[in-house]
């Protein structure tokens, strides 16, 4: 999925449910259903970038590029979050603060605008998106990622959702 798919993929699936304009080391985190993780390694877009090889195997990472005074990334944090329990897609999601870590965030980032989110899987990046997202858009999305990546009958994690409709 391209970055133009991902931005019409999600559009699709909320309709008017963005919150934000869409435009153009870490703590231990494996799970879904795990907090959202910040990441507390070095600046440094080499070892950034073997984080990513490593933490995507057999799993999705979301790599969130957020700043403290940013209202649209500390609600999609809270999204990220809240979204865990509703879904089975094996992932993992980590902020870097663009402000602390500025060589990681000039090497990996498209844009200049914040909330940015890429998402990785089996080390390369299949999508990205910027802009806060809704909890049901995320859910739907992770969905559609799920479907798309862990296909019935492939060796994905079996994780049972915590959410009960």
Not at 55 to 64: A, E, K, N, W, Y
Not at 142 to 160: D, K, R, S, T, V
């Amino acid at each position: 999925m391209n970055r133009r798919t991902a931005v019409k993929t999600l559009a699709a699936l909320a309709g008017a449910a963005f919150i934000g304009i869409l435009s153009s080391g870490c703590s231990e985190a494996t799970q879904p259903g795990g907090a959202v993780q910040s990441y507390n390694g070095a600046d440094d877009p080499s070892a950034f970038a073997q984080m990513i090889a490593d933490r995507s195997q057999g799993q999705v990472l979301f790599t969130m590029y957020e700043t403290s005074w940013c209202g649209y990334c500390k609600k999609l944090r809270r999204n990220l979050d809240a979204a865990s329990s509703q879904t089975n897609l094996p992932y993992t999601a980590i902020t870097i603060d663009v402000d602390d870590y500025p060589r990681i965030a000039k090497n990996f980032r498209e844009g200049r605008s914040v909330p940015e989110t890429h998402i990785y899987f089996e080390g390369k990046e299949i999508d990205s998106f910027i802009g806060a997202v809704a909890v049901d858009t995320l859910v739907l999305y992770m969905g559609q990622l799920n479907a798309e990546l862990f296909p019935a009958g492939a060796a994905a994690p079996q994780i049972a959702p915590e959410y009960k409709p």
